[in-house]
């Protein structure tokens, strides 16, 4: 394992004429996201306590990237931090965006990333992250992910949305249904429909009480952790029509639903209000 490093921004006080400390990525804790945006079906976190520092003391550390994010008008930037640290499971990138102003330096935006990492795209003054991780499902044990998957963060130019960064592409595929196991934390366990999302792409398809059984022409069994349709769904992104078998009152049919994706605001907002009832949780489709 590679010794300890740390990361420290500092800034010139005219007061004290003297530079102080304004970030200290080993102290600093940060909320560090598992995921992009909204909470969904994805178990890709660290077992670290949010909030955290970046770097958690301790920790080997491979390599620290820091780059200018020009995305502000005037030519401001922000910096993108990437500290690909040591974990038990092998190195993995935390990737930061900081905010500084006023002599005062603030982590904006944490995610850690499984496997993946971050580059910045697009021309200065519009500049945005694209981040690459691993995707887990519900139905996924931490050694074997669906897949990976690729999000686009930028900086959020409306005031009332409350954040600093907000995902606005996401090549995970959303249909706008809430599921339930049925019966719960069981390898035979099927998705049935709590609620659909007025909007969505499974709107006027999909009904509350639908099993979702499989998608139709799918062999894939997910991993005898929950309903295999969580592993069937996630081979597909969006704008892909998919065809899924369901159980309706008893009836077998085939309905096919062009999903959108995890980006879309209507799904960010739904999976911000999942809960755990009765023990068993919800997912989103």
Request: charged letters at 20%.
């Amino acid at each position: 394992m590679k010794a300890s490093e740390d990361l420290l921004l500092l800034a010139w006080d005219a007061y004290a004429k003297r530079w102080t400390i304004v970030y200290n990525a080993t102290r600093d804790p940060v909320d560090m996201v598992s995921q992009p945006d909204a909470d969904t079906s994805s178990f890709d976190a660290t077992d670290l306590p949010s909030p955290s520092p970046l770097i958690p003391d301790g920790l080997g550390v491979d390599s620290i990237s820091i780059k200018p994010l020009k995305n502000q008008p005037g030519g401001g930037a922000d910096l993108l931090v990437t500290a690909t640290a040591e974990y038990a499971f092998g190195p993995s990138p935390d990737i930061a965006i900081i905010h500084y102003s006023a002599n005062v330096a603030r982590v904006v935006w944490a995610f850690f990333a499984r496997g993946g990492g971050a580059a910045i795209t697009g021309p200065p003054g519009h500049q945005k992250v694209a981040v690459t991780s691993i995707w887990a499902t519900a139905s996924d044990p931490q050694c074997c992910p669906a897949r990976s998957y690729r999000f686009v963060l930028a900086r959020s130019t409306e005031p009332e949305v409350g954040e600093t960064y907000r995902v606005t592409a996401d090549d995970r595929p959303w249909l706008g249904a809430i599921v339930t196991e049925q019966p719960p934390q069981s390898p035979d366990s099927i998705a049935v429909v709590r609620t659909v999302i007025p909007g969505s792409p499974a709107d006027g398809i999909l009904q509350p009480g639908d099993a979702v059984i499989k998608v139709s022409g799918s062999a894939a069994e997910g991993h005898g952790a929950g309903p295999a349709i969580f592993d069937q769904f996630a081979a597909y992104k969006p704008g892909q029509a998919i065809r899924l078998i369901i159980d309706r009152d008893g009836q077998f049919r085939t309905v096919t639903i062009t999903p959108g994706s995890l980006a879309n605001p209507k799904a960010i907002d739904a999976g911000a209000d999942l809960t755990a009832i009765d023990s068993n949780p919800e997912y989103m489709l």
